[in-house]
């Protein structure tokens, strides 16, 4: 498992909520290649909570999305806006219970239409939640006019 470089880490006014490293309010998420798989391993806390000690729903759906965009930003080297996020929460994610994992990885490509499967696994490795995202890839000269020059690996 290796970690993928940040391609926007350095770009002026970037700011996402999922994975800015500077964003005081943001999810600072980090992501790594796994064979066909972009991984990112995320701590909660009580600030990210709905119900007591539990992850807010919504949280959980960024997670989905930001780690499936990120398959499209490493695994086809470009970017893409969501067309539909459909999440299925299976069982509760506590807070307090150590970190979650979220594993995704491309189940099917048509054209520039790309849907992206989503794994989040608890501290026990148990399915909480399984996400199915489509995205609208950008062609390279969209995505270049959008600052991305390409997602390379750490060394």
């Known amino acids: 498992m290796k970690k993928i470089k940040n391609p926007w880490a350095d770009k002026e006014g970037y700011n ?17 290649e796994d064979g066909d798989e ?8 009580t600030h990210h909570q709905g119900w007591i000690d539990t992850l807010h729903g919504g949280i959980i759906a960024t997670l989905v999305d ?11 080297q470009t970017t ?3 067309v539909r996020l459909n999440v299925q929460y299976r069982r509760p994610i506590m807070t307090n219970a150590g ?6 990885r491309l ?20 399915v909480c939640a399984q996400g199915e995202i ?15 020059s390409g997602c390379d690996l750490e060394d």
């Open 99 to 104: 970190s979650i994992t979220v594993r995704a």
């Open 134 to 148: 489509i995205y609208c890839t950008f062609d390279h000269d969209r995505a270049q006019q959008m600052g991305f």
């Open 16 to 32: 996402c909520f999922g994975c800015a490293p500077d964003n005081p309010m943001g999810l600072k998420m980090q992501f790594y």
């Open 38 to 45: 972009v991984i990112s391993i995320w701590q909660p806390s």
């Open 107 to 126: 189940a099917q490509q048509m054209r520039n239409f790309v849907t992206v499967a989503v794994d989040v696994m608890d501290s026990d490795d148990k």
């Open 66 to 76: 930001e780690t499936g965009a990120w398959v499209i930003t490493r695994k086809l």
């Open 80 to 82: 893409a806006m969501t």
